[in-house]
């Protein structure tokens, strides 16, 4: 039912500190990215993070996010 929810006219009106993620080898989807890239452009102040894992047979870590932390508006 909730994933049928369009919040996107609310988006503007969030007024707490949002960090908007995906994790880019879980979400190889077409569209993810972009999706994740307007909602944080719409929520003021909100930073995009996309998380980059790998996998490998000597580690299972995630590598470090990249987080773009420039202010959106």
């Known amino acids: ?11 503007p009106t969030i007024q707490a500190p949002t960090l908007v993620t995906y994790i880019s080898s879980i979400h ?10 307007y909602i944080a452009s719409r929520i003021p102040g909100a ?3 996309e998380i ?7 580690s299972r870590s995630p590598s470090r996010p990249s987080i773009d932390s420039s ?3």
């Open 52 to 58: 980059e894992t790998y996998r490998s047979s000597t």
């Open 28 to 37: 190889d989807v077409a569209g993810v990215a972009e999706e994740s890239r």
């Open 71 to 73: 202010p959106r508006s």
């Open 1 to 11: 039912m909730w994933k049928d929810t369009d919040v996107r006219d609310i988006l």
């Open 47 to 49: 930073a995009l993070a």
